[in-house]
């Protein structure tokens, strides 16, 4: 028998958002979101048409909630300040309500000694600064630094882990590259604009909040999807896999541990006139203002092989110019979410923090596996046993214990998702939490069997094999 057992001060929880959980009432004083907006205006595009006004109601439910993450072990939760709650034009007036709730949230979560982690943002922008533009426009960039000041002073006082931003490369694929958000386009040039300005945004944001003289940190979460060349021997393949790792990895992961752009990306955008429009003191704003620690969200690897496809010069320039994705035979599959399970993954991108980015301090703020009609698994007590989540999150956590074994920094785990939540377009379409929501029940929750299984874990510090 082999004890996998983790730190007796190691962040046990899940992760979520804002928009995905808090619902939309009527006198809540929220604005309009993005989300909301594309929601209105295309309910066709989101699974079985149920949009973000029917999240899973944690603005109402949140002290039972807070109370079934006791139940379920954990010591940490993560979720975001909608900034469209908050500040519900973007700029301006502050919505008393949202202080209210958000107060209620973070003293709840203390008083049961559960640490509340806190992100600013979680692709929920204003939808009153998306018709200016968005993240296109420089104006964005100085709205969100005031939005993240004023949680900084009305809620800096008990929390003390701070992100700027939930996968930042997200916003640029979905939004400007790949069409699976709002605004839908392709458009490289505007997906390097979009990203630059986040990354500027998140660099101010730090700054802000280092000079605010606060007692916590702050960082910034990324998606770490390691790309792996179809053939390490093959030149061709490994330049290929660089070239990916630099447009959806280090893009971010560079300049916000280590304050600097990778140069395969920059030569590549120089080389195409895609370089972002940016001022003379943004890059030394960025070099400056690099995160105290880092969040990493761990879903799937993304395999590459050397281009062998024509080129596409429909849209202009895209990444995939340069590289192929390749499937590699015989990988174990979620068939559900369409993501290949490789779970060593987890190591090799902690083992790449260990080595290349200053064995930063880092904790996993999301690994999770979505399963579509998980009701097929519901036993006679009304719980669903969901012994293939509890398989995944062991199998996750063996590699996680051989990176600290190893002297990786990683400081803690973090689910996604607490109880199972609204996902974009994709709605509740898969589930991913410990805890089952029922929609036609006004929303009631059944801690699953994985939930159980991880308060056991946590409490025990680990568990055996």
């Given at each position: ?155 800096g006082d008990r929390v ?42 998140s660099a101010k944001a ?100 050397a281009k062998e496809t ?156």
């Amino acid at each position: 028998m082999v004890k996998y057992e983790f730190p007796k001060d190691f962040w046990w929880g899940s992760a979520a958002s804002g928009p995905q959980t808090e619902g939309v009432y009527d006198g809540d004083g929220k604005g309009e979101s993005l989300w909301d907006f594309w929601y209105q205006t295309e309910p066709e595009k989101f699974f079985n048409q149920v949009g973000p006004e029917k999240t899973s109601r944690f603005y109402q439910k949140y002290a039972e909630d807070i109370q079934l993450m006791k139940e379920t072990g954990h010591t940490s939760y993560r979720t975001s300040i909608q900034w469209s709650r908050l500040i519900p034009n973007g700029t301006g007036e502050v919505n008393p309500q949202a202080v209210e709730f958000y107060n209620k949230v973070i003293d709840e979560l203390i008083a049961n000694d559960i640490e509340p982690f806190i992100n600013l943002y979680h692709f929920d922008i204003p939808m009153a600064l998306q018709r200016e533009g968005g993240w296109l426009n420089r104006k964005t960039v100085d709205a969100y630094v005031v939005f993240a000041k004023t949680c900084f002073e009305l809620f800096g006082d008990r929390v003390k882990k701070w992100f700027t931003h939930n996968e930042p490369i997200v916003p640029v694929e979905a939004g400007y590259l790949y069409q699976f958000h709002y605004p839908n386009e392709i458009n490289l040039r505007h997906a390097v604009q979009v990203g630059f300005h986040e990354l500027l945004s998140s660099a101010k944001a730090i700054e802000a909040y280092h000079a605010m003289k606060l007692d916590g940190e702050i960082g910034i979460i990324l998606n770490l999807t390691p790309s792996y060349p179809r053939d390490e021997t093959n030149p061709a393949d490994v330049k290929a896999a660089a070239i990916a790792d630099a447009f959806f990895n280090r893009s971010f992961l560079d300049p916000s541990v280590k304050g600097t752009f990778p140069t395969e990306l920059v030569e590549i955008l120089k080389e195409i006139d895609h370089l972002p429009i940016y001022e003379a003191d943004d890059l030394e704003t960025i070099a400056n203002n690099t995160v105290d620690i880092l969040g990493i969200n761990y879903y799937q690897p993304r395999r590459i092989k050397a281009k062998e496809t024509p080129i596409d010069g429909t849209h202009g320039p895209m990444p995939d110019d340069y590289f192929d994705n390749y499937e590699m035979p015989g990988r174990k599959m979620n068939i559900y979410r369409g993501w290949e399970i490789y779970e060593k993954g987890i190591y090799d991108i902690l083992t790449n923090v260990r080595e290349n980015y200053g064995n930063i301090r880092c904790y996993i703020s999301e690994n999770g596996m979505g399963v579509e009609n998980e009701e097929r698994f519901i036993n006679e007590a009304g719980q669903v046993e969901d012994d293939y989540r509890i398989d995944f999150v062991k199998d996750h956590l063996r590699y996680v214990h051989q990176a600290i074994q190893e002297g990786s920094n990683v400081q803690g785990y973090h689910m996604w998702t607490c109880m199972d939540n609204w996902s974009w377009a994709n709605a509740y379409k898969n589930r991913y939490g410990f805890i089952s929501v029922n929609l036609d029940k006004e929303g009631e929750r059944t801690i699953k069997k994985s939930g159980h299984w991880f308060k056991q874990m946590t409490e025990a510090h680990g568990f055996d094999d």
